[in-house]
């Protein structure tokens, strides 16, 4: 079985500060893993994924996280947050042994600070 | 190209009533699952198809339905509405690929009252 942990719910900043958004995963399969956005009253839109590529991986807006199998951890980061960035973050882990259905993290609730 | 599409944006029912509501996915993805989102219990996936077969099916009531037609929109239907049934429903379509992504609608707000 595959599960998720955001390990914060919610989070602030200053803006022009470092984020940090927390994820540990669980699986029984090499996962793939997903950082998806969500803005008031929207959908969602995909910020980066990991498919057993390169460990580090680039998003957008500047947003990047570090898949380390040995911690079991896929956090996402951002170097300098900007007010825009304020939004709910989703981590999303799926496996070829739940047939690659989605499973959702509570999600962390980002503020930015003036 | 255009993006997944959902309709309604906004519903308000009466308890007992049913609903239907309407997604189109993104053109060439045979894939698409629904999803229910609420404040308590987070994003909970209810079920997913995949050339007009239901693939994946959650853990919900025998109320909350679905379809898929042969150009891949598909249908979920809520029988017999509940207060509780008031949340986010979200659909997201899949292209080819084990790994690839889902691409996400705006999702239809219903409320039941």
């Known amino acids: 079985a595959q599960s998720v942990t955001q390990l914060d719910s919610h989070v602030s900043v200053s803006e022009g500060t470092p984020v940090l958004l927390r994820c540990n995963y669980s699986?029984?399969?090499?996962?793939?893993l997903f950082w998806y956005v969500q803005h008031p009253n929207k959908g969602l839109q995909l910020l980066l994924k990991y498919t057993s590529a390169a460990t580090l991986v680039k998003g957008i807006n500047g947003f990047e996280a570090e898949f380390k199998k040995s911690e079991t951890s896929f956090h996402l980061t951002k170097p300098s947050a900007h007010m825009s960035d304020a939004a709910e973050y989703f981590c999303?882990?799926?496996?070829?042994?739940?047939?690659?259905?989605?499973?959702f993290g509570s999600g962390t609730q980002l503020t930015v600070l003036p | 190209k255009a993006g997944v599409t959902q309709t309604p944006r906004y519903l308000i029912k009466t308890r007992g009533q049913q609903v239907t509501l309407s997604c189109s996915p993104i053109s060439g993805h045979r894939s698409v699952s629904w999803y229910q989102q609420t404040p308590g219990q987070g994003l909970q996936f209810l079920f997913e198809y995949f050339s007009e077969t239901q693939r994946n099916k959650g853990n919900f009531p025998g109320r909350f339905s679905g379809r898929q037609f042969s150009n891949s929109r598909s249908e979920m239907n809520v029988s017999t509405l509940e207060l509780g049934d008031s949340a986010l429903y979200l659909c997201?379509?899949?292209?080819?690929?084990?790994?690839?992504?889902?691409?996400f609608g705006q999702g239809t707000r219903l409320t039941v009252v």
């Open positions: 699986s029984s399969y090499s996962p793939s």
């Open positions: 997201a379509s899949k292209g080819q690929g084990a790994d690839t992504e889902a691409f």
């Open positions: 999303v882990v799926s496996d070829r042994g739940s047939a690659r259905q989605l499973t």
